[in-house]
């Protein structure tokens, strides 16, 4: 199974930054410095749940707790459950 | 007739009266996360709650005519701050929330400027409000911010504070939805919130046994007035759930409506359209729309596409056809202006389209002819409410010609908070100016558009939702994600069409050449006129608002940065 992070990484690149070259890991900040626009969050929020296999309750999650990769897996650690 | 099923008349003068009726054990608001999170509070433990932050916030010096503003997530907690700061005679405002999918320096922004303008003596935020946006509400020497916990209390019982709102005081303000600067306060008596909902009431035919569900957010007029202050009133339950969970599972919406039989919703359009695509034919199934007596398209103009495609993908499940009703509606009059027939469900016309575009007429054409368009009304005024429209001359103007639409009744707003010139501007000799363009037909309003959005080329008027609608309508754009406006050429004097429209994939911009001739042709077929310019941009390009709904200024000014030849000096 690949790994959740990468497999965020790789969506956020392929798929709303579309950039060619663009480098991320997982503690790069992407709504505070510019990489993204915070109305790409639903459908990044959509992935975390798919790599994740929970469900977040999107109404408890704030802004910053989506603003990295790293930051998105906690999230999902602290608020997810396991999907149905 | 069963005694449930009796209409309900709502004899009081103030909205803490009747809440203060309420049944001890009648449930009043379930909250749903999921279906291992949800809580429903009867009447007797929501005036119990409500009770408890009346009392905390008079602890803290609130009192009668003060203002309180409200930062807090939709739920329970927020409801009863509301309920308990109007138990003091104070006047609470609720602001919006800061979601995941906020812009932090827009909301800034607009925290900032709104608050400034309300000069709160109190200023209420939940336990978890980020640390980061506190700086940004503005607080007077006499103001103090202070968190609540969105638990309710475990103490005895609290009683009611022993204050008695008069009907003329005020009761609340809510925020005008506007998509440009700063939401105007819309400040409203208890009066004219009563008013409104006793006509609103009568139209709908409200029943003891109606439910209402809801997504929408308390911050706007369509959550606090339809969704709360009105089962408050009428003693109703209403089930709930968050705008941003609705946005990640709109089907929720289906299951909610399903499971607790739900007879009354209010939705803007576009929600009509973004189910019926979201929501796949095998899984349609599952639902049952059946208990769904009046589910009201407003806030936004009515298409008939929407009603449409939401009639056909749920009719399956139940749903009655004349469940699917219009209101045209706007915070400045508490809630509704007009509602459409709840027996029979909102009334059709088609009009011929060129003299609707190049006279401003409305005339009643065949459906299947060429030239005809289709509109849906959006019902008739409710008892004391009057619309007239008039020209650009402020001239009345008679029925089935199109010009601005001005309001006037019993339960208008007593004026924008703090802001005489933004009141003095938009009220005149009692009528209230609402910038929005339509005419009125054998006494039903048709709304067509925003007054500031209209396009004229050569002296034809061009809805822009007219333009996306047929962008949208190609397969390879996204559908909802196309964005019209006018730019002007002095050379030609007039304006010019351009359009920005989302591709579904990425991929498809390969095709790029082709797709825009087919959207100019059918254009030109539609409407007979040819836009200036139209661009094809990747997913996610078009800036949205915090409604999911495409945000036409903020997406103009993206494209013209993008494309300064379109800024012809």
């Not at chain 1, 969506?11 to 997982?26: D, E, F, V, W």
């Not at chain 2, 911050?219 to 339950?237: E, N, S, T």
């Not at chain 2, 946005?247 to 019926?276: D, G, H």
């Not at chain 2, 368009?373 to 402020?394: H, M, T, Y």
Request: hydrophobic share 40%.
């Amino acid at each position: 199974m690949a790994d959740p992070a990468d497999e965020l990484i790789d969506y956020i690149c392929t798929q709303i930054i579309r950039r060619p070259g663009i480098k991320l890991t997982a503690d790069t900040p992407l709504v505070s410095s510019g990489l993204i626009d915070s109305f790409s969050l639903v459908d990044v929020l959509s992935k975390l749940e798919e790599v994740t296999a929970m469900r977040i309750p999107a109404s408890k999650v704030q802004p910053k707790d989506m603003d990295t990769v790293s930051l998105m897996l906690t999230t999902a650690e602290r608020l997810g459950k396991p999907r149905k | 007739m069963s005694p449930s099923h009796a209409p309900v008349s709502i004899p009081y003068a103030t909205l803490t009266e009747a809440l203060a009726a309420a049944p001890e054990a009648q449930p009043f608001v379930t909250m749903w996360f999921d279906d291992d999170d949800e809580c429903t509070f009867s009447f007797g433990e929501f005036r119990q709650w409500s009770n408890s932050q009346a009392a905390l916030f008079s602890s803290h010096g609130l009192g009668k005519g003060d203002t309180v503003i409200l930062i807090m997530p939709q739920g329970v907690a927020l409801m009863a701050a509301f309920a308990g700061a109007m138990l003091l005679g104070a006047v609470p405002a609720i602001l919006a929330y800061p979601t995941f999918k906020v812009e932090p320096a827009k909301y800034r922004f607009g925290l900032k400027g709104v608050s400034a303008n309300l000069n709160a003596k109190l200023v209420v935020v939940d336990d978890s409000f980020p640390l980061e946006f506190l700086e940004s509400v503005s607080l007077s020497d006499q103001s103090k911010l202070i968190r609540v916990s969105a638990v309710p209390p475990a103490t005895e019982d609290v009683a009611a504070p022993q204050f008695r709102c008069h009907q003329d005081d005020l009761a609340f303000i809510q925020h005008s939805a506007g998509t440009t600067g700063l939401q105007k306060g819309v400040a409203l008596s208890h009066g004219s919130v009563l008013r409104q909902l006793v006509h609103l009431g009568e139209r709908l035919k409200i029943q003891s046994s109606d439910r209402v569900y809801s997504w929408l957010p308390l911050y706007h007029d369509m959550g606090l007035i339809a969704c709360f202050v009105l089962p408050m009133v009428y003693h109703l339950h209403v089930v709930m759930q968050s705008p941003t969970d609705w946005v990640m599972q709109p089907e929720s919406m289906l299951y909610l409506i399903s499971r607790y039989k739900c007879t009354l919703s209010w939705v803007p359009n576009f929600a009509l359209q973004f189910l019926a695509r979201r929501v796949k034919p095998q899984d349609r199934k599952e639902y049952n729309l059946s208990s769904l007596r009046a589910l009201t398209n407003c806030s936004e103009p009515v298409r008939a596409e929407g009603m449409d495609a939401f009639g056909t993908a749920f009719s399956s499940c139940g749903l009655q056809p004349a469940a699917l009703q219009s209101s045209y509606a706007m915070a400045e009059n508490v809630f509704a202006v007009t509602q459409s027939d709840i027996n029979h469900g909102p009334r059709r016309i088609w009009i011929d389209f060129s003299k609707y575009q190049s006279e401003r007429i409305a005339v009643i054409a065949e459906p299947d002819s060429d030239s005809a368009i289709c509109f849906v009304s959006s019902g008739k005024c409710l008892p004391n409410n009057e619309v007239r429209i008039v020209s650009e001359k402020a001239e009345s103007l008679p029925d089935d010609h199109v010009g601005e639409i001005l309001i006037r009744s019993d339960s208008m707003l007593d004026g924008y908070y703090n802001r005489a010139d933004l009141t003095a501007l938009s009220m005149r000799d009692g009528w209230y100016w609402s910038g929005d363009l339509g005419f009125l037909l054998a006494g039903e309003l048709y709304v067509t558009g925003r007054k500031k959005d209209l396009i004229i080329v050569g002296g034809k008027n061009i809805y822009p939702q007219d333009l996306e609608e047929i962008a949208c309508g190609h397969p390879a754009i996204h559908d909802g994600r196309a964005v019209a406006f006018g730019c002007y050429n002095p050379d030609l004097g007039t304006e010019e069409i351009v359009i920005v429209a989302e591709m579904e994939e990425s991929a498809a911009l390969a095709n790029s050449s082709t797709i825009e001739r087919a959207v100019r042709t059918a254009i030109v077929e539609e409407l007979g006129v040819a836009p200036r310019a139209i661009y094809l941009k990747p997913p996610r390009w078009i800036i949205k608002s915090t409604a999911g709904k495409p945000a036409r200024s903020a997406t103009r000014e993206k494209l013209l940065v993008e494309h300064p030849e379109l800024r012809i000096s």
